[in-house]
Nanobody, 116 residues
Framework: VQLQASGGGLVHPGGSLRLSCAAS????????MGWYRQAPGKQRELVAA?????????VDSVKDRFTISRDNAKNTVYLYLLMNSLKPEDTAVYYC?????????WGQGTLVTVSS
């Protein structure tokens, strides 16, 4: 079953969005989970990651603007990405997956467009 990210959309510069993803706990509960993005014409990149214990890290380009969080429920791992102060360069398709990624579980992602 592919991972489905949701919550994307069109937002003005400076705006906020919250992305969500649900993953099977039987597969992902112990994994480091991450949010990735792929901008037009660029390679997919990891932007934020969080361990099962809650230790988190983000890339410098989104530091102080993006916050990753997770909820380890019994059967499902919920992953979130709160994005504040969005910039046009944040425009991309955003995906969730483990880190390192489990290749069979890439979903369609959710499109985030930051534009005035």
């Amino acid at each position: 079953v592919q991972l489905q990210a949701s919550g994307g959309g069109l937002v003005h510069p400076g705006g906020s969005l919250r992305l969500s993803c649900a993953a099977s706990a039987s597969i992902f509960s112990s994994d480091i989970m991450g949010w990735y993005r792929q901008a037009p014409g660029k390679q997919r990149e990891l932007v934020a990651a969080i361990t099962s214990g809650g230790y988190r890290n983000v890339v410098d380009s989104v530091k102080d603007r993006f916050t990753i969080s997770r909820d380890n429920a019994k059967n499902t791992v919920y992953l979130y990405l709160l994005m504040n102060s969005l910039k046009p360069e944040d425009t991309a398709v955003y995906y969730c997956n483990a880190y390192p990624a489990r290749s069979d579980y890439w979903g369609q992602g959710t499109l985030v467009t930051v534009s005035s």
